[in-house]
C-alpha cells in the first residue's frame, strides 16, 4: 500500500503538471543561447522527428539545431555565408540540411548551402542563382533526392530551381510553367509556405499563392483566398494535398477553407475563439484529422491584435485560445510536438496532448521516422502507439520497465513505408512508468509511458 500511495502521489503530480500546463499555455521555454537579442520572434524551424530539429535566423547568417528535443540548442554560424542572411531552412535528417541565403548588399545572389555533417561546414551550390540580381526566398525538400528553391522573379519570371539528387545540380524552371508574376510581385519568405505530400505552396505579398503537386516542375496560382489580391494579408496551411485553412489578419476577419489544394476557397463562420489575437501564422498539426493552430508574435501597430496561440481540432469551425506569449511560425513534427521562435534567444516547445481528439490513421507520403506519444497516458489497461517509417525498414518496437527489462515486444519484422498503430495490452502488468522504444537501424527513440490500474 505505501509503494501504491508512492506511486499515487507521482502519477498526481505529473497528471497536475500537465494539467495546468494545458489550461495555461502548452508551450514550453527552451533556451538558444547565442541567438542576438530581439523583439520579434526570428527564428524559422525544420524539424526532422521529435527529437531533431534545425531553425534559421531570419536576419544573420545563424542557425539552430538539436538532437534532443530541445533540451539543448546548438548556435552557430553557415560557413562560407559572411554578409548574408538566411531566407529558408530544409533538413531531412540529424546531419543533412539546407539553407537559403540572400545578399542584402545586392552584390551577389546569396545561393543555396548544404551540409552533411550537422552542420560543421557548408558548401555552397554553383548551379543556382548566380551572378547579382537574384533572391533566394524559400527552400523545400521532399526527401533525400527531390527539391525546389523558390526566389523573387529575375528576367521577367520567377527564379525557381528543383533538383533531384540532392541538391548536387539544380536547374531552373521554365517560365512557360509558371504562371507570370504581377508588376513588383514579390515571394513572402519562408513564414508563408507549406507542403504536404508532393505538393507545396508559396504566399507572394501580392497575397497570391502559387502551388506545385510534381516537386515543382510546374506551377498554378490562385488569386482569392480571403479577399483577393487588394487584401493586407493571410496566413494558411495544408493538411494534404488538397484541404487547407487561410485567414485574413491585421485583424482576424475572414476564416477559409479549401477542398482542391487552394484554387477556390469559401468562408466558415468567423470563430469567436479567435477574437482576442492575430492569425499571423498558421500550421498543421501532423498526423491529425483537423488540428490546426494558429500563433502571433507582438503587437506590430494599431490594426493588429494581440500576441498568442489558439488551436482548432475540426478544421476551423470552433478555436481556443490557450496562450497569449509572443510566438514566430510554429512547425509540428507530430501532433503534441512543435517549436517556434519567440523573442531573445527563447524557443517554445509544443508539449501537450490537447490535439490529441483529432489523431486518426494518416496517408500519403511519410518524410521521416516518427514516434508519437501513447493515447491514453495515463492508461488501464491498453493504450496505443503509433509510429511512422519513410522507407522499408526492420522494425522493432518493445517496452521496457524502470529497471530496462523486457516487458513486451509489440513489432519485430520488416515493414514498408507508412504509418503504424499498435495497441498494447498491460492487463498483466503492475501499475507503474515503463518506456517503449522503437529501433529502425541505427535510429532509436523512447518514450514514457504510465500505467494505473
Known amino acids: 500500500m505505501k509503494n501504491f500511495s508512492m506511486f499515487f502521489s507521482l502519477w498526481l503530480a505529473v497528471f497536475l503538471s500537465y494539467s495546468v500546463m494545458a489550461q495555461q499555455s502548452p508551450w514550453e521555454t527552451q533556451r538558444a543561447t547565442g541567438l542576438p537579442n530581439s523583439s520579434q520572434p526570428q ?47 530544409s533538413a531531412i535528417n540529424a546531419n543533412t540540411a539546407w539553407i ?9 545572389s546569396g545561393g543555396i548551402f548544404k551540409t552533411t555533417n550537422g552542420g560543421s561546414n557548408w558548401v555552397r551550390d554553383t548551379t543556382a542563382f548566380q551572378g547579382s540580381g537574384g533572391h533566394p526566398n524559400v527552400i523545400h525538400f521532399f526527401d533525400a533526392n527531390n527539391g525546389l528553391c523558390v526566389g523573387n522573379p529575375r528576367g521577367g519570371y520567377w ?9 548536387t545540380n539544380w536547374a531552373r524552371v521554365s517560365s512557360v510553367n509558371i504562371p507570370a508574376p504581377l508588376s513588383g510581385e514579390l515571394g513572402i519568405e519562408h513564414s508563408n509556405v507549406h507542403s ?38 493571410f496566413g494558411f496551411a495544408f493538411k494534404d494535398d488538397l484541404n487547407g485553412l487561410a485567414a485574413d489578419f491585421f485583424p482576424i476577419s475572414v476564416i477559409s ?50 500576441p498568442g496561440t489558439a488551436y482548432t481540432t475540426d478544421d476551423g469551425v470552433t478555436w481556443t485560445q490557450v496562450s497569449n506569449l509572443p510566438c514566430g511560425p510554429a512547425v509540428f513534427s507530430d501532433w503534441n510536438t512543435g517549436w517556434c521562435g519567440s523573442v531573445n534567444d527563447s524557443v517554445y516547445k509544443w508539449v501537450s496532448d490537447i ?6 490513421e494518416v496517408d500519403g507520403v511519410v518524410d521521416n521516422f516518427i514516434l508519437e506519444q501513447n493515447y491514453p497516458n495515463p492508461f488501464n489497461p491498453s493504450t496505443t502507439i503509433r509510429y511512422s517509417v519513410p522507407t522499408t525498414e526492420f522494425v522493432t518496437l518493445k517496452v521496457y520497465d524502470v529497471l530496462g527489462n523486457e516487458v513486451a515486444t509489440l ?20 501499475s507503474g512508468i515503463y518506456f517503449y522504444s522503437l529501433q529502425v537501424g541505427s535510429y532509436t527513440q523512447t518514450k514514457k509511458l504510465i500505467l494505473m490500474k
Not at 507545396?200 to 516542375?217: I, K, M, P, S, V
Request: net charge negative; with cysteine; glycine share 12%.
Open 43 to 89: 527564428i524559422i524551424f525544420s524539424p526532422v522527428d521529435d527529437n531533431v530539429c534545425w531553425g534559421k535566423n531570419s536576419n544573420n547568417s545563424q542557425f539552430v539545431r538539436t538532437t534532443d528535443g530541445g533540451n539543448n540548442w546548438t548556435v552557430s554560424t553557415v560557413t562560407g555565408a559572411s554578409g548574408l542572411e538566411c531566407s529558408g531552412i
Open 196 to 233: 504536404a505530400g508532393n505538393s507545396f505552396w508559396f504566399q507572394t505579398y501580392a497575397n497570391r499563392l502559387y502551388r506545385t503537386t510534381d516537386h515543382g516542375y510546374t506551377w498554378t496560382v490562385a488569386d482569392s483566398v480571403t479577399g483577393g489580391p487588394n487584401q493586407l494579408g
Open 100 to 108: 537559403a541565403m540572400n545578399d542584402p548588399s545586392n552584390v551577389t
Open 411 to 430: 513489432v519485430n519484422e520488416e515493414k514498408p513505408a507508412g504509418s503504424y498503430e499498435v495497441n498494447f495490452n498491460a492487463a498483466k502488468l503492475s
Open 159 to 167: 527564379e525557381i530551381y528543383t533538383t533531384a539528387d540532392g541538391g
Open 355 to 360: 490535439l490529441v481528439t483529432s489523431v486518426n
Open 257 to 306: 477553407k479549401t477542398t482542391d489544394g487552394g484554387e477556390t476557397w469559401a468562408p466558415i463562420p468567423y470563430p469567436p475563439g479567435l477574437s482576442t489575437i492575430s492569425s499571423l501564422f498558421i500550421v498543421y498539426a501532423k498526423g491529425t484529422t483537423g488540428s490546426y493552430i494558429i500563433t502571433s508574435q507582438t503587437n506590430l501597430g494599431g490594426n493588429q491584435m494581440q
